[in-house]
């Protein structure tokens, strides 16, 4: 919570690779549109077009919508809306295939893959753990997959965020609070859920008890939720570090080149772009999370359950990732419209 004790906080960042597609002419009747607009705007194209669409993102330079779609008509429907097409070659359906091949055959401790729209493939990324087995393992699967996966290797070490930090703890480990939120009238938070499935009752940072957990979900996802049993402040706000605060309003969904913003207990504001959607991260040790927001931001121990935001509405908690806010990294964020879903809470 920012100004009465605890801090709500935050993650983000990307870069992306040049797809090998090709790009339509842009028509006069591209729209300029906001990033909450785009995504208004991609979801309709997406139920329109079926199985013709074949992924979206915001290009912020721009400001357009760009769509991926298979033939010349479907790109037609596209620009009629306003937005941008290119003609890719792999469809929706051969990206989530890809996916399940590499879930069958290549869970490897280290590992991550998001489906990225720009390159119209589904990016592996291998930390420094991986050894040189599996490494010639990833190259073999990947390598089978064709055009629909490309392998990268991160200097790295894919780990969840969970260690050092000022915002929440129980005296022996700390993570940060993400959002404020709201449910049947009564005050609660949300964080990351390996901070929850460590720890149950939380303090603020000079030790006052103002929480219990309510729910925990790590693996798979990573949310928890924690109810106040303090009477605290707990305005629906993000800490800046600079002695504001953001108002939050509400909830978004993240979209590729979404330019996002973290604010960590331990690393303070960072900002960035979103990358890719519906990662998949194997933290090792059998702690593997599905459907997470992949970026380029930076984040260190105690980021952990920190709240990821564009403007003045909220986008992810923070999971884990690799690298740090001195040599750079990747962070992977748990999407908070999921968690307000299934934990039945609110912005608030």
Known sequence: MAGAGIAALVAAGVT???????ETEQTPTLRTLSVAAAGKLASTLGQDLGADAAGTYYDAKSKALVVNVLDEAAAKTV??????????ENSLAELKSARTTLKQDATIPGTSWATDPQTNKVVVTADRTVSKAEWAKLTKVVDGLGAKAELKRTKGEFKPFIAGGDAITDGSGRCSLGFNVVKGGEPFFLTAGHCTESISTWSDSDGNEIGTNEV???PDDDYGLVKYTAEVDHPSEVNLYNGSAQEITGAAEATVGMKVTRSGSTTQVHEGTVTGLDATVNYGSGDIVNGLIQTDVCAEPGDSGGSLFSGDKAVGLTSGGSGDCTS??????QPVTEALEVTGTEIG
């Not at 620009?79 to 890719?88: D, L, N, S, W």
């Open 79 to 88: 620009q009629q809306a306003g937005a941008k097409a290119r003609i890719v």
């Open 216 to 218: 925990s979900s790590f």
């Open 16 to 22: 992306f690779q040049s797809a090998n597609a090709s």
């Open 328 to 333: 750079g990294g990747e962070t992977f964020f």
